[in-house]
T-cell receptor
């Protein structure tokens, strides 16, 4: 049974702070990792994807992957109230069809 | 352009009705997905189509019937649903890169909010 675990949350940070969202996964064969942001009542929106160990930066967002520790994280620098949402970690494994396993999500609240 | 469209945005139906949800993408993606999402839960995979063929059915009840008329369109036919089927139904698509499927990235549509009375 493949599992993806995220901190239960909710997470609250002040505006301008760094928000750190963490995710662990159980399947060592997993090769690609995704972070989706979901605003209340809306659909998931892709924020970042990462395949290789290390850091990947895109604007205020940095994804970090450590396959040895089976750990992936998302850092949001200079957090804004508009970042307040649920963040879903998703992991897929090689195969003919991409099948994502989602974590339960963590709700981030950025206080003005 | 990473747009997936879904219609309708909202649907209210009775338990004896038959209705359909529609999804469309024009990104040239060859894999399309249906997910169900209940409040405060992650999306739950229902079906996967790859190159217009059903490749995954996650043991979904037969009252949900998917159809992929062509590579851009995906339908979900609904019949005799139960109130517990009320949820946000999400369509997604991805390139389905064959041997490099591990790089495949799914893009979601806006969803259809379904209420079964």
């Amino acid at each position: 049974q493949k599992e993806v675990e995220q901190n239960s949350g909710p997470l609250s940070v002040p505006e301008g702070a760094i928000a750190s969202l963490n995710c662990t996964y159980s399947d060592r064969g997993s090769q690609s990792f995704f972070w989706y942001r979901q605003y209340s009542g809306k659909s998931p929106e892709l924020i970042m994807f990462i395949y290789s160990n290390g850091d990947k930066e895109d604007g205020r967002f940095t994804a970090q992957l450590n396959k040895a520790s089976q750990y992936v994280s998302l850092l949001i620098r200079d957090s804004q109230p508009s970042d307040s949402a649920t963040y879903l970690c998703a992991v897929n494994s090689p195969g003919a069809n991409s099948k994502l396993t989602f974590g339960k999500g963590i709700t981030l609240s950025v206080r003005p | 352009d990473t747009e997936v469209t879904q219609t309708p945005k909202h649907l209210v139906m009775g338990m004896t009705n038959k209705k359909s949800l529609k999804c469309e993408q024009h990104m040239g993606h060859r894999a399309m997905y249906w997910y169900k999402q209940k409040a405060k839960k992650p999306p739950e995979l229902m079906f996967v189509y790859s190159y217009e063929k059903l490749s995954i059915n996650e043991s979904v009840p037969s009252r949900f019937s998917p159809e992929c008329p062509n590579s851009s369109l995906l339908n979900l036919h609904l019949h005799a649903l139960q109130p517990e089927d009320s949820a946000l139904y999400l369509c997604a698509s991805s390139q389905d890169a064959g041997g490099r499927a591990w790089t495949d990235t799914q893009y979601f549509g806006p969803g259809t909010r379904l209420t079964v009375l």
